[in-house]
């Protein structure tokens, strides 16, 4: 199994214990809040075709399916949502996949799914 491979059944091996039944994951990625070595938090982003699950130690936050991540520029990506995370550069592949989806999903007519949570 490669590198790849691995990064893949990590992220669905953290995400499947938070998924709805049907759910599919579209792509997923890790990101990191903090700035010192010591308040470093890191997390797991999985993108599915209803939501978007950031997985941390502490639990699973469960954001709509319409946000955007935006086009990502330098060595780190800044998100901001609750606070801000910084993704890096090895995961701009799955942050593009990720609003690629999402507006494939809305050309087609196939809004995502409100989450009544």
């Known amino acids: 199994m490669g590198h790849q491979e691995r990064r893949v059944a990590l992220i669905a091996e953290r995400a499947a214990p ?5 759910e599919e994951i579209q792509t997923g990625f890790v990101g990191q809040s903090g700035s010192l070595i010591f308040t470093v938090r890191v997390w797991t982003f999985v993108v599915t075709d209803r939501a978007i699950l950031i997985v941390g130690r502490s639990g699973v936050q469960r954001l709509p399916r319409d946000f955007r991540f935006g086009e ?9 949502i609750d606070r801000t995370y910084k993704v890096h550069r090895q995961y701009y592949a799955e942050i593009r ?14 809004p995502p ?3 009544p949570r």
């Open 18 to 22: 938070h998924l709805e039944p049907g």
């Open 72 to 80: 990502p520029t330098g060595i780190y990506h800044k998100i901001r």
């Open 97 to 110: 996949a990720a609003d690629e989806a999402l507006r494939d999903m809305q050309a087609g007519g196939n």
């Open 113 to 115: 799914e409100s989450d």
